[in-house]
């Protein structure tokens, strides 16, 4: 079977998505590979594939409970032998898994990092055929990243633990320049060959706003989007409960959805959202990972994130079907100081050194500001994200609150010329009008074949007192310019002068 064949019959798809392809071919052609790709791009087929058409099994390391058995499950769903190996396994669990494992019945094994330390488990490794080695979320093992993982930083000794070099690779949505090196350095890629996909999302408009009242901004903004699909994110559980009943009490159709609610709930609400029996659905930063919801017409950002992979992380589940749709930031003075909190209060939860910790906080407070320069930009908000994430690009994007307001004042500066209501002088219209009858009349014309009203209005407004100045008038050109300049500023001039 080829891997086309592969795509169909265990997912089902009948064409690869941008970017997949070359990664496959990578990894088959046994090269080390990187694959750089926004999320939703389909990465996980990216591994799944060569891992199910690779003589021996593939270990995935990756960093979340939740999404190792969303993963697996999956597979499982798809006929293909699939397991997890973490801590939220029973010890009977485990030990059953273990000995399968051992004993080759899996093909794709997803593991937590913290596992490839232990030496029960590089022995059991030791002895099996592993063929690919691949690491999801690979920003993980970066400093630089925007979620460290120090465990992340065992898989290079762990793959040298060994008695074959497997293939690697490792994939990510999100990776500086910095990140990029760290992955391929410390996981101990060798030549990788590297796919990164634009992180552009055309269809996606984003916009910042700085509101006197950001709950009035937000029920504006919330009736412009009635009958849509949209998220709120907020950075505090107790924000997201005040605005959930506010606006349940407004008559939205809202749900809610943070950690501090049982899991029962959250599921229950997650899937009201999906299933799009209810509208809006109000949330903190723990709402996102692995929601699979394509129609979300705007993500609207109450508070303002720590950092441009979060913004653009949560900000991005919008506008996956590939319609027009909104990203909103919301931000103001306070939401830096619940960010600078965040940092000066970090959870402790790993083993880190109080060098680590201080590199770590230096970090964050680098990509704080970042963020804060974002909220501000006046330029094109789509060019600061990408070049962000180091990629350029060459004109605005002229879709974007940026790009918008500029062309909106740029129009506004071409109305305003013929306007100007307050230099207006309608005393001198008047007595230009006078002048243009007694011509017309003496040369038997039409009173507009001399001058327009338009153009008489503008030199009452303009007075021009020079040749130079009634040639710029808009109606005046050459010829009329040498036929009445001189009689038109004598007039202009009595008038001002009769007017002090
Ligand atoms: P990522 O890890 O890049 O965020 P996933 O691997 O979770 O993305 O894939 C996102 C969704 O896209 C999944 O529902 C997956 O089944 C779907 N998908 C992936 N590849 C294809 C494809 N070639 N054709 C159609 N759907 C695909
Ligand atoms: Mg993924």
Known sequence: MNKYQYLKKYFGYSSFREGQESVIDSILSEKDTVAIMPTGAGKSLCFQIPALMFPGITLVVSPLISLMKDQVSALLQNGIAAAYINSSLTEFQLGQTLS??????????????ERLVLSSFRRICSQLNISFVCVDEAHCVSQWGKDFRPEYLKIKDFIASLKQRPVLAAVT??????????IVNLIGLEKPEITVLSFDRKNLFFA????????????????GFSGKSGIVYCSSRKKVDELYFSLSQKGYNVARYHAGMNKDERKKNQELFSNDEKEIIIATNAFGMGIDKSNVSFVIHFNMPGDMESYYQEA????????????ILLF????????????????????LSAKEK????ENRIEKLCDMIVYAHTKGCLRKYILSYFGEEMKEDCGFCSSCVEKKLEENKKVRS???EPESFDSELFDLLK???????????????????DATLKLMATKKPLTEDEFLAISGVGQRKCQQYAAIFIKEIKKHIKNNG
């Open 208 to 223: 910042c706003r700085e509101p006197k009242n950001k709950e009035d901004e937000l029920l504006k903004l919330l009736n």
């Open 100 to 113: 399968r494992f051992s004993q080759g019945k899996y093909k794709i094994v997803y593991v937590a990092p």
């Open 332 to 351: 103001n003075k306070g939401d830096v100081r619940i960010q600078q909190y965040f940092i000066d209060n970090p959870e402790e939860s790993s083993d």
């Open 358 to 361: 201080e590199l770590l906080r």
């Open 173 to 182: 949505a999100t990776a500086t320049e910095r990140v990029r090196d760290d």
């Open 434 to 452: 006078k002048l243009r009858k007694q011509i017309s009349e003496k040369k038997k014309v039409p009173a507009f074949v001399v001058f327009t």
């Open 417 to 419: 010329v013929p306007a």
């Open 316 to 327: 991005g589940r919008a506008g996956r079907d590939g319609n027009e749709a909104s990203c």
